[in-house]
C-alpha cells in the first residue's frame, strides 16, 4: 500500500558505528543537505555520552554509547497512537497500532524535537542528554511518548473503529 522509496536500499551504515539505525538517525538529524555537520553532532553527542558512562556506577548501565542510544530509541517507539477517523459526520480519535518503520521515525522525530526545543547549548549535549535521560525512561521525547499511549487509552471506546 505505501510509496516504496530507494532510501531503503541506498541507506549505507554509518562510518563509526557501522550501524543502519545511526545512518538513519544522522540523515533525520539533517538540515540543508549538511550531512558532514549532522554527523559530527551526532558523534560528539556519542562521545559525551561516552564520557557520562564512563563516571557511572550501576553495573547494570550499558557499557557503550551505542547501547544508550538504541535503549532511548526502544524506549521512545510508540506501540499505539490515534488517528482522527471521520464516521457518520463526526471525527473520532481513533486508537490504532504502530507499524514498526513509523515507530522508528515517531522516535526519532520526538527526540530531536525535544533537542531543538532547548537553545543556548550546542546540539551535540543536548542530545546526548535527551538520549541518556530517554534511555533510563525519562526526558521530553518520553512525556511525548507518555502522552500519545494516554491519548490512545482515553479514546480506547472507539478502537472498534478501528480497521
Known sequence: MGRRTASE???KPDPRY???VVARFINCLMYDGKKTASTRV??????IIQAKLAKETNPEAPKEAIQVFQLAIENVKPFVEVRSKRIGGANYQVPMQVNKKRQQSLA???IIDACRGERGRPMGQRLADELYAAAQGEGKAMQTRDQTHRMA???RAFA???N
Request: some cysteine; overall charge negative.
Open 153 to 155: 487509552e482515553a479514546n
Open 18 to 20: 557501522n550501524d543502519l
Open 42 to 47: 551526532v558523534y560528539d553527542c556519542f562521545d
Open 160 to 162: 472498534h473503529f478501528a
Open 108 to 110: 526519532f522525530r520526538w
Open 9 to 11: 536500499t541506498q541507506l
